[in-house]
């Protein structure tokens, strides 16, 4: 026999050992940007030939407010058509009754991985999900447009504000008529609360709610952050930000058209890839500072779950037992700059080669401020809706920031009531 007829047939006696042994089709429900898609099926494509199982994808949009709804919607309803749910790090503590324990089937493998992940997962001892992978957001720039008008890297958003208009203007001036200075992510959804929460802590102002519980953001420092962002929509920022999620921020940037942009790790990749104008151009940096002295980053990052409803969990603990695996970790990392939670890799030499960004982003991810899930539980999606409410409401110029702190801290009082 040839080797190829045997390869065949080895193949054959494959995929009936896997019929014979009952392979299951599952269904994974992930919201994706950039190419998390592509690498997630090409990752779902060894599982397959290495199973026998099938896997399909339920595609979601891009922002992780819309996912919320819908999962709560199927996760409501008991729906068994969604076994493993790719989660949003915050949602462990609002969705935890939905999801099996994995705390037992991952016991021999769970040390790996990084502990602030998996602290983010736990709930009331209980494991939720399974880290995927971690983010916090950088500040992207252009090396070139710094270096041709003699500009230092931004440590401050003073400086920042300052450092974008010149260079606006000057490119502006040049002919450059689409050229901004700054581009985030501004529209009224969980992408506008980190922003947010990174610009008030980095002033000194706080975690808006505490770990303990306590609402901090009446004060003066918070005001001020929420007053130097509200002066850039339509002055550094276009006026579309107000409308911007990830991807519109990355369009703006890629396309060579800011100076600046604050995203998340996955858009390395990206503006650095073969297709891209800048690729050649771009650096990043730690976020600015404020009166604080230091930036701040929210931990960001998705982490995979088996719903209780599922009628396959034995087999979805298999698929997310080999998603998080060092070999999918590893291709996520190369593929998509997608930070790992197997703290291993963070001294992976092909990592380290091929994404240089993401070794040397650990210590920002070690040190990321957390958004208040923990604390505020099952009240913490109106109270990111409150968040996300006064930044935008002043960035739009419908109210001034000392009147929407003042309206954000009443809401979270009236929330929170006797306790959260």
């Not at 602290?119 to 971690?134: A, R, Y």
């Not at 600046?260 to 996955?266: D, H, K, L, T």
């Not at 930070?339 to 960004?357: C, M, R, S, V």
Request: net charge negative.
């Amino acid at each position: 026999m040839t080797t190829k007829k045997a390869l065949a047939a080895g193949a054959a006696a494959l995929a009936l050992s896997a019929s014979a042994l009952g392979a299951t089709e599952l269904n994974i429900v992930h919201g994706a940007v950039g190419k998390d898609q592509e690498v997630l099926r090409a990752a779902l494509d060894r599982f397959e030939a290495e199973t026998g199982h099938t896997v399909n994808i339920v595609s979601m949009p891009e922002r992780t407010t819309d996912q919320f709804a819908q999962f709560k919607l199927w996760l409501s309803a008991g729906s068994t058509d969604i076994d493993v749910y790719r989660l949003d790090v915050i949602w462990a503590p609002q969705l935890a009754d939905h999801f099996i324990d994995l705390t037992e089937a991952t016991a021999d493998i769970i040390d790996q991985y990084v502990p602030a992940a998996v602290e983010s997962q736990t709930v009331d001892g209980k494991l939720v999900g399974l880290p995927m992978f971690l983010g916090a957001p950088a500040l992207y720039y252009r090396a070139d447009l710094l270096e041709k008008y003699g500009k230092e890297v931004p440590t401050t958003w003073a400086d920042l504000t300052t450092t974008a208009q010149e260079i606006m203007d000057a490119e502006r001036a040049a002919g450059n008529d689409e050229m901004w200075g700054y581009v985030f992510q501004g529209a009224a959804y969980e992408g506008l609360t980190c922003n947010a929460m990174e610009w008030i802590a980095s002033n000194g102002g706080g975690h808006v709610v505490e770990p303990d519980g306590s609402i901090s953001v009446m004060n003066d420092k918070a005001v001020e952050a929420l007053a130097l962002a509200g002066s850039w929509p339509d002055t550094i920022s276009p006026p579309g930000v107000l409308n911007y999620a990830e991807e519109d921020a990355r369009g703006v940037f890629q396309s060579g058209d800011a100076v600046f942009m604050r995203n998340w790790n996955y858009a390395y990749a990206l503006v650095n890839g073969d297709d891209s104008p800048i690729k050649d151009v771009v650096e990043v940096t730690t976020l600015p500072a404020g009166d604080s002295g230091a930036g701040a980053s929210i931990l960001g990052g998705s982490h995979l779950g088996v719903a209780k409803y599922s009628e396959h969990q034995d087999e979805a603990i298999e698929l997310i037992r080999f998603l998080n695996n060092a070999e999918s970790q590893r291709a996520r990392a190369i593929e998509s700059s997608r930070p790992p939670t197997l703290t291993a890799l963070y001294e992976d030499a092909e990592i380290g080669e091929k994404q240089p960004f993401i070794p040397l982003w650990k210590p920002v991810i070690d040190n990321a401020i957390v958004r208040p899930a923990a604390p505020t539980k099952t009240d913490y999606n109106e109270v990111s809706s409150e968040v996300w409410t006064a930044a935008h409401s002043v960035m739009a110029g419908e109210m001034e920031p000392e009147a929407a702190v003042a309206r954000l801290n009443a809401m979270l009082t009236r929330l929170k009531g006797g306790g959260w």
